[in-house]
């Protein structure tokens, strides 16, 4: 009867081991398809597009400002017809145009510019935060799979021994007690097999979330991508590339150029005009002239303002110093977490051999009688314990690189060579910078067309 437990449980035991080795030889889903459906079916980035969108139109209101305003009036006017008076009506037609104002205009341009160029890098953190997040539902997918196809050999296992231990107990070879702590353990693995489903629901209600499909058959990862070569070099590409410290320089220079703006204020502008006015009999009148004009004095509405502009200035130059030292903080972290991650793999894998041997020999010393079942059966949770734990140091490992990756500011489609087609921020830019009478983006008739979907549904 020793022999056949020994066989059994020896089986089942292989099986555990080898099986978040084994599985994904037939899985289908890469990588690679999970962060291009989160890329296409991403909410947030459409949202985020949509506001850049936004914004590059603040460029074209700001072009506007420089080109004539033409506008019409039209009017009638009523007298006492006691006094010979009568109904007099007129038509107006006016231009008016910017001629001078000291660059107050141009320099709100330029800040236009520059807060465009601040949202699109804002546009590529967001895009980053989306293809993280799906990274690590893919592979939180694969580690609560591989536990739970863990949990399910070990309640096989612990059913074995059960059976091997009533049979034993039957014929006078084991206690009661070796029976009861047997259905102690089967229950005990039951309901971590229970706690194993839960959490791999909720990793598939992840995955769904953010890529829209349901998680099927997913594939072993390939290779993590390159990073840096040490800590240094990684922080100094984060400094240069994250789109977070780019947007924030940005932000800074969309301050500085607050502040003269708040001063031009000051100065006087010189403007053009032109009018015709025709009246209902037949006479007209045609005005040409120039005008120039600016405070005196307000106050003190225009010196605040400038003052509140610098003090923005200043806000928003130390909020570039919290995102330089944060992003570096981050990238410090993310590898600190790869290196753990890396050392406990290596660790993991020592664990495993030595709870292997360990249980070989516990069931080896359980025939001649120096063993008792609990003994075997602590020893193989230890073997259970290991396994996990290699199969979450091996999945940290790999979310520990794309969180590197993700912290330099490299997590983009184009980084990664995901073999997409991206959004090309510069398109509509350009569609509108020289501020058009009329313009329809193709992303807003694509948005259109979903909502109209989503209200048929």
Known sequence: MRS???????????????????????WAQSLTDTMIAAYNSSGLIDQNRALLRATDEDVAQAVASLRPILSWAAGSTYADPARGDDINSA??????????????SQLSIDAAKETVLATRELLKSVEQDVLLRAVTAFFNVRRETAF???REN?????????????DRFEVGEVTRTDVSIAEARLAAARSGLAAAQGSLARAIEEYRSVTGNTPRQLQSPPAP??????????KAVASDRHPDVLRAQRDVTVAELAILISRGAMRPRLTGNAGFTVDDDGDDETTIGLAIGGPIYQGGAITSAVRQAQARRDASR???LTTQRTVEQNVGNAWANLSVASASVQASEQEVRAARLALRGAREEFDVGARTTLDVLDLEQELLDAETSRVS?????NLAVYQLLSSMGLLTVEHLGLGIA???PAAYYKAVEGAPTSFVSPQGKKLDRVLRRIGQN
């Not at 292989?14 to 599985?23: E, K, Q």
């Open 4 to 26: 056949v437990l020994k066989r059994n449980t020896g089986l089942l035991a292989a099986a555990v081991i080898s099986l978040s080795f084994t599985a994904p030889a037939s």
């Open 225 to 234: 991508p390159a990073t840096a070569a040490n800590l240094p070099a990684a």
């Open 422 to 424: 991206t959004y090309d």
């Open 148 to 150: 739970l196809g863990l």
């Open 154 to 166: 070990n309640v096989r296992l612990i059913t074995q021994q059960l059976r091997a231990a009533r």
């Open 91 to 104: 038509v107006t037609l006016s231009a008016e145009v910017l001629l001078f104002d000291f660059g107050r």
């Open 318 to 320: 130390g909020a570039l």
């Open 393 to 397: 140091a091996q999945i940290d490992r």
